[in-house]
Nanobody
Framework: QVQLVESGGGSVQPGGSLRLSCAAS????????MGWFRQAPGKEREGVAG????????TYSDSVKGRFTISQDNAKNTVYLQMNSLKPEDTAMYYC???????????????????????WGKGTQVTVSS
């Protein structure tokens, strides 16, 4: 049984940082494009970043490029999203996702491919507010 479990969300002031974690089990996650999506109330789900370990390939949406970094720890089967210089518009529920590896070659980001996600986590809330 595939499970993607997110953690690390919380509340932070503008300009602050958070690191999200996604612990993957039940799948060879290094063979997938492991992605982060987010969804704010009333908005469509947006692809934030993706990482394909097989080719060390990353993709980012324009809205987070230069501020967010996706990475992984093979030993822990965990994918991370380091979020710096957070803005109020980054406030959303953040979801971990697994897609076929080729989608990590898309640019910019994964938003057009949310329909191709094979597995979703349940999400972790990020709130950026003063």
């Amino acid at each position: 049984q595939v499970q993607l479990v997110e953690s690390g969300g919380g509340s932070v002031q503008p300009g602050g940082s958070l690191r999200l974690s996604c612990a993957a089990s039940g799948l060879p996650y290094s063979s997938y494009c492991m992605g982060w999506f987010r969804q704010a109330p009333g908005k469509e789900r947006e692809g934030v970043a993706g990482f394909y370990a097989g080719a060390l390939r990353t993709t980012y949406s324009d809205s987070v490029k230069g501020r967010f970094t996706i990475s992984q720890d093979n030993a822990k089967n965990t994918v991370y999203l380091q979020m710096n210089s957070l803005k109020p518009e980054d406030t959303a529920m953040y979801y971990c996702a697994a897609l076929p590896s080729g989608y990590c070659y898309s640019s910019p980001g994964l938003t057009p491919y949310r329909g191709n996600v094979l597995y979703w986590g349940k999400g972790t809330q990020v709130t950026v507010s003063s």
